[in-house]
């Protein structure tokens, strides 16, 4: 089941979620581990053009995320309280403009030169042709902010999911894992 069903999330929803969640936490990981790296070090500039390059992809893969959102059917939620179910509904939309945020922040950290930015040598996005005063110094501390936050919702998102799992025994992130047949 590709596509997503009133019941359930499709192989191209849950994809998605996995394949981002894991490039999130890993470009969180990268971007600690850099932030303590000196020009000097071995793989101060590897590092540098990897993040870049992941989180270039990452933007495409957001905005493909987000137009499927959209344009697919969203599995109605297990749990009953209405409440409850508004609060994540609105973790999730404050998640993907944390995402988007965060993706514009570290295109701006890098091109704050006015130089391009290569992805994995395949590429160049180019630069825009304006730059602000301390562009790189205030869309730094835009993206690491932000990324500190997302990571609180992630862990949020991850909790509430085992609590689905293991407290309300619903199927709340077993369809997030395989698709669920029809009843």
């Known amino acids: 089941m590709l596509k997503n069903t009133p019941l359930s999330y499709g192989f191209v929803a849950i994809t998605l979620h996995w ?4 490039t999130v936490i890993g470009l969180f990981g990268l971007g ?3 932030v303590e790296l000196t020009y000097y070090d071995s793989w101060y500039k590897g590092s540098l053009d990897l993040h ?3 989180g270039i992809t990452l ?3 957001l905005v493909f995320r987000i137009l499927w959102r959209v ?3 969203n599995p109605k939620p297990l749990g009953t309280n209405s409440k409850i179910n508004q609060l994540a509904h609105t973790a999730h939309v404050v998640m993907y403009i944390l995402l988007a945020v965060i993706v514009v922040a570290g295109y701006l950290i890098s091109t704050a030169d006015g130089r391009p930015i290569e992805v994995f040598m395949l590429f160049n ?3 825009l042709d304006f730059v602000f ?3 790189a ?3 730094g501390k835009v993206h690491y902010y932000g990324a500190c936050i997302l990571i609180g919702f992630v862990i949020l998102h991850a909790l509430g999911a085992l609590k689905h799992h293991f407290i309300d025994k619903d199927k709340t992130l077993t369809r997030m894992i395989t698709p669920l047949k029809e009843d």
């Open 19 to 22: 394949l981002m969640a894991l």
């Open 125 to 127: 996005v180019s630069a």
């Open 133 to 135: 005063d301390d562009q």
């Open 52 to 54: 870049k390059s992941i």
């Open 59 to 61: 933007a495409a893969v």
């Open 71 to 73: 344009l697919s059917v």
């Open 137 to 139: 110094d205030i869309a």
């Open 32 to 34: 600690l581990y850099m």
